[in-house]
């Protein structure tokens, strides 16, 4: 069966000749396969006319259709259609109280059209788009699932579902007013309680419009705890958090599960460990198509994940398998330098940064961690040199290709506009084009306008152009944000190719422990009083480096016998006191 996907944004039929219908081949035989009701409308195709050619793909000048081939027996159990050639998710997960549920896969799969389904804010309509659905038709549907009790309580108001969004960065457009004040609008008598839990005491006397985009998650995650709801369902609820209060998050939402119902996207996938029972994995074709698979154990969706291949569904999501290694315990000192950096300071108005002296080899990328608000940021611009230290120094004045933490850009005109105005003819060289810009999907956005890229769009660009650059050293802060899992763990493959390739260097901020893990060769540690003092420590190997991080956490990670990723391991298990006795937080062998 194929199912064809048009773009409505990227369709411009005033500006082309029609050439999706002129080269079709049964049009081109008498058949209505593809039609336009006028010149300047947006072409119909008729999927079961359709042979599956993909010449009409090929030929859009705009890259606007998708033809995709899926098994006959997927549309027996589609849930959902948007409309004519459009996106389609094909089966739904099942929850029950008492233990986290969760949907792992990539971005534009119909992750949060599944987390609007089980909140009822979309009704399925089974593909019969065209037709208004009752909710007893939902209900008779899924009546032979525990899924069918779900739907008729949560639809005649037995059961109470609320959605925590994942564009908490959206929060200042619709809401005013000043923290407490809004909070204390939806208490239902725990806002104190909840208000400590997630560390908000600073915050409370602040005008939304001010808040970081850490501190919109925690006000969007405050907000969605206080509602007296029986479902709770979490979309990408570790955004913009660093990791020590991504694990506050965890377990503050795997305690809510011992009563109710929750269900969670989330893209870390070391959070996504410690935090769900089952994982629900996501499958298809971004934009096109998505099917949720059964659930499987959090383990055994993580691994299969990483993988690339689905065993029981028989489906390869990915070509490559993303393998992690135990890095060595010692860092080399034979390595040619580039460039060191004495101890520096720097101090704000109600902030002080103190830098420890360090230097990056040749070929060497390092990672930085640490809580927000610890000067990550301000040391990476130092050594752009976009922030003059007031003591200390950066010896050497090397180029730099700099990607900052916040992404934005007054360019007017199209994603290819600006990578051809940026890079010139460094665009065309192969390595670009093949390990760079491929893997990050760029040429899909090239007619996009700048400004209408979404959060994730944007810090791919930015990942690109930066790597993309002629550079000694790449300076990345929190490649991660806004990316899924996929793109993720591409980020890091791609990073370290580019150091590589073009025996440069690299220093990456980020929260992602996989990301952090799979990228570096040293780290730089980052502690002290959030927004008042920080200081940092190392470059460290990354034993003794991750042993620093994670002690000041309390937490311990081992590794997963299978794929050696990092796995947290329980509090006070035997696992985890061992470890702590031995003061090895981080690597077992």
């Known amino acids: 069966m194929h199912i064809a996907i048009?773009?409505?944004?990227r369709c411009h039929p005033k500006r082309c000749n029609h050439e999706c219908r002129y080269y079709c081949p049964p049009v081109r035989n008498g058949a209505k396969t593809i039609e336009f009701e006028d010149f300047d409308s947006q072409p119909v195709i008729t999927e079961s006319l359709c042979i599956g050619c993909g010449i009409c793909v090929k030929r859009c000048p705009f890259n606007a259709i998708k033809i995709v081939s899926i098994p006959d027996e997927l549309n027996k159990s589609i849930v959902h259609q948007y409309g004519m050639d459009s996106f389609r998710l094909y089966s739904l997960p099942i929850l029950s109280r008492g233990?986290?549920?969760?949907?792992?896969?990539?971005?534009?799969?119909?992750k949060t059209t599944t987390m609007n389904i089980l909140s009822g804010v979309v009704?399925?309509?089974?593909?019969?788009?065209?037709s208004k659905i009752d909710k007893d038709d939902v209900i008779k549907r899924f009546s032979k699932s525990v899924m069918g009790q779900y739907f008729k309580d949560l639809y005649d108001g037995s059961s109470r579902a609320v959605l925590k969004n994942q564009y908490v960065d959206l929060i200042p457009r619709v809401v005013n007013g000043k923290v407490g004040d809004i909070l204390r609008e939806n208490d239902h008598g725990n806002m104190d309680t909840i208000v400590s839990e997630l560390s908000m005491e600073t915050v409370i006397n602040r005008d939304i419009k001010n808040l970081s985009g850490g501190e919109l998650q925690k006000l969007a995650i405050a907000m969605t705890l206080m509602k007296d709801a029986d479902i709770y369902l979490f979309d990408e609820p570790s955004s913009y958090l660093d990791v020590n209060e991504r694990i506050r998050i965890s377990e503050i939402i795997r305690k809510l599960s011992r009563n109710k119902i929750v269900m969670v996207v989330e893209h870390d996938l070391a959070l996504l460990d410690k935090m769900a029972d089952q994982i629900n994995l996501v499958y298809g074709g971004p934009g096109a198509y998505g099917v949720v698979t059964k659930e499987k154990s959090t383990n055994k969706a993580i691994n299969a994940f990483l993988s690339g291949y689905l065993k029981e569904e028989n489906v390869r999501i990915r070509q490559n398998s993303i393998d992690f290694n135990v890095k060595?315990?010692?860092?080399?000192?034979?390595a040619a330098k580039i460039t060191s950096w004495s101890e520096m300071s720097k101090h704000f108005d109600n902030f002080d940064l103190h830098v420890g002296e360090g230097y990056i080899n040749r070929e060497e990328v390092i990672g930085v961690l640490g809580q927000n608000a610890l000067g990550k940021t301000t040391f990476i611009k130092m050594l752009s040199g976009s922030i003059k230290p007031d003591s200390g120094f950066v010896e050497n004045e090397l180029k730099i290709a700099y990607k900052p933490q916040y992404i934005s850009t007054d360019f007017e005109g199209t994603v290819y506009e600006l990578f051809s105005t940026t890079l010139k003819e460094k665009l065309q060289e192969p390595f670009i084009k093949n390990e760079v810009i491929a893997p990050l999907d760029i040429e899909e956005l090239y007619e996009k306008n700048v400004a209408d890229l979404s959060g994730g769009e944007m810090q791919r660009t930015s990942i690109a152009l930066t790597l993309s650059k002629e550079a000694d050293i790449y300076l990345i802060d929190e490649p991660s944000a806004h990316l899924d899992s996929s793109y993720r763990m591409n980020v890091a493959k791609i990073i370290r190719?580019?150091?590589e390739n073009n025996k440069k260097s690299a220093i990456v901020a980020d929260h992602d422990i996989y990301l952090i893990d799979l990228i570096s060769d040293a780290l730089i540690?980052?502690?002290g009083k959030q927004g008042m003092e920080g200081k940092s420590v190392g470059p460290l190997d990354m034993r003794t480096g991750m042993n620093v991080f994670l002690k000041n956490l309390g937490i311990t990670f081992r590794r997963d016998e299978i794929t050696k990723r990092p796995r947290i391991n329980k509090e006070d298990s035997s696992l985890d006191r061992e470890q702590k006795q031995n003061g090895e937080y981080y690597y077992t062998y």
């Open 6 to 9: 048009l773009d409505g944004d």
């Open 99 to 110: 233990r986290v549920t969760a949907l792992l896969g990539q971005n534009a799969l119909g």
């Open 123 to 130: 009704i399925p309509n089974f593909g019969n788009f065209n």
């Open 328 to 334: 060595s315990s010692k860092r080399t000192s034979v």
């Open 497 to 499: 190719r580019v150091i």
């Open 525 to 527: 540690v980052f502690s």
